[in-house]
C-alpha cells in the first residue's frame, strides 16, 4: 500500500487486485513459501488488462496499447464535472463510497492533514468506478439501483465484517516501513497499513 501520485485507479479495479494480493499472500502462508515483498503485493497482470479491455469495451473507447491513461483521457469532460461536486469536507479523515445505491468502498487516513493532500484522487477513484458502473448498468450488466440512499445500517455492517475479519487477518512487512496488514471474508476485502500501532492508512472494498 502506498501513496503513489498519478491518476487514481478506479474502485472496482483496486478491489479486484486487493483480492488478487490477498489470495497470493494466503497461498505464501499455507505453504510457508517466502517472497520477496515486490512479489508479495503484485497483482495478476493478465487478470488487470483483461478487466481494462472490459472497461474500454463499456465505454466504447479502444487504446492500442489497453492502457487505463487513454481510456482516463476520454472521461475527462465528465470527471471535471463531477470531481467540483465533491470538495474536502473539514476534519475529514476518508470516506465511505455508495454507488447504485450500495457501500462499495471505505478509504481511512491517520490525520485530517493526510486525507485533505489526497482527497482529489480519493474522489477520483470513486467518479471513475461511477462512470464505469453507470456504462455496465447501460447495457445491463449491473442492476438499476433501487434506492437513492443507504441505509442507514450499511456503514454498521461493513464495518462489523472489518471487525471479523480481523481475527484471520495475514501480516507482512510492509514495501516501506511499518506493516502490511490484509483481510477478507466473503463480502468484504481490505488492507492497512500500520506503523508504530497507528493505521496510516485503511482501505475495505465490498466483493461484488
Same mark, same amino acid.
Given at each position: 500500500m502506498g501513496f503513489a501520485s498519478g491518476p487514481k485507479a478506479d474502485l472496482g479495479l483496486r478491489s479486484m487486485m486487493n483480492r488478487q494480493v490477498h489470495a497470493r499472500a494466503r497461498a505464501m502462508v499455507e505453504v510457508c513459501a517466502p517472497m520477496p515483498a515486490e512479489s508479495r503485493y503484485a497483482a495478476d497482470q493478465d487478470r488487470v488488462w483483461d478487466e481494462v479491455e472490459r472497461k474500454h469495451e463499456r465505454a466504447g473507447s479502444s487504446s492500442r496499447t489497453g492502457a487505463l491513461h487513454d481510456l482516463y483521457a476520454r472521461e475527462a469532460v465528465d470527471m471535471a464535472a463531477l470531481l467540483g461536486a465533491f470538495p474536502y469536507p473539514v476534519d475529514a479523515v476518508g470516506a465511505a463510497i455508495a454507488i447504485g445505491? %450500495?457501500?462499495?468502498?471505505?478509504?481511512?487516513?491517520?490525520? @485530517?492533514?493526510?486525507? %485533505?493532500?489526497?482527497?482529489? !484522487?480519493?474522489?477520483?477513484?470513486?467518479?471513475?468506478?461511477?462512470?464505469?458502473?453507470? !456504462?455496465?448498468?447501460?447495457?445491463?450488466?449491473?442492476?438499476?439501483?433501487?434506492? %437513492?440512499?443507504?441505509d442507514?445500517?450499511?456503514?454498521?455492517? /461493513?464495518?462489523? %465484517? *472489518?471487525?471479523?475479519?480481523?481475527?484471520?487477518?495475514?501480516?507482512? @512487512?510492509?514495501?516501506?516501513?511499518? /506493516?502490511?496488514?490484509?483481510? !477478507?471474508?466473503?463480502?468484504?476485502?481490505?488492507?492497512?497499513? *500500520?506503523h508504530d500501532d497507528r493505521v496510516v492508512h485503511a482501505e475495505v472494498h465490498r466483493v461484488v
Amino acid at each position: 500500500m502506498g501513496f503513489a501520485s498519478g491518476p487514481k485507479a478506479d474502485l472496482g479495479l483496486r478491489s479486484m487486485m486487493n483480492r488478487q494480493v490477498h489470495a497470493r499472500a494466503r497461498a505464501m502462508v499455507e505453504v510457508c513459501a517466502p517472497m520477496p515483498a515486490e512479489s508479495r503485493y503484485a497483482a495478476d497482470q493478465d487478470r488487470v488488462w483483461d478487466e481494462v479491455e472490459r472497461k474500454h469495451e463499456r465505454a466504447g473507447s479502444s487504446s492500442r496499447t489497453g492502457a487505463l491513461h487513454d481510456l482516463y483521457a476520454r472521461e475527462a469532460v465528465d470527471m471535471a464535472a463531477l470531481l467540483g461536486a465533491f470538495p474536502y469536507p473539514v476534519d475529514a479523515v476518508g470516506a465511505a463510497i455508495a454507488i447504485g445505491g %450500495r457501500l462499495v468502498a471505505l478509504e481511512l487516513y491517520d490525520a @485530517p492533514a493526510t486525507a %485533505r493532500k489526497l482527497w482529489p !484522487r480519493l474522489i477520483e477513484g470513486a467518479v471513475r468506478a461511477y462512470l464505469d458502473h453507470r !456504462r455496465l448498468a447501460a447495457v445491463g450488466g449491473a442492476p438499476a439501483s433501487k434506492h %437513492r440512499y443507504l441505509d442507514r445500517d450499511a456503514l454498521g455492517r /461493513m464495518l462489523g %465484517r *472489518v471487525k471479523l475479519a480481523q481475527a484471520d487477518a495475514l501480516e507482512s @512487512p510492509a514495501v516501506g516501513e511499518g /506493516m502490511d496488514v490484509r483481510f !477478507r471474508t466473503d463480502r468484504i476485502t481490505g488492507a492497512a497499513l *500500520v506503523h508504530d500501532d497507528r493505521v496510516v492508512h485503511a482501505e475495505v472494498h465490498r466483493v461484488v
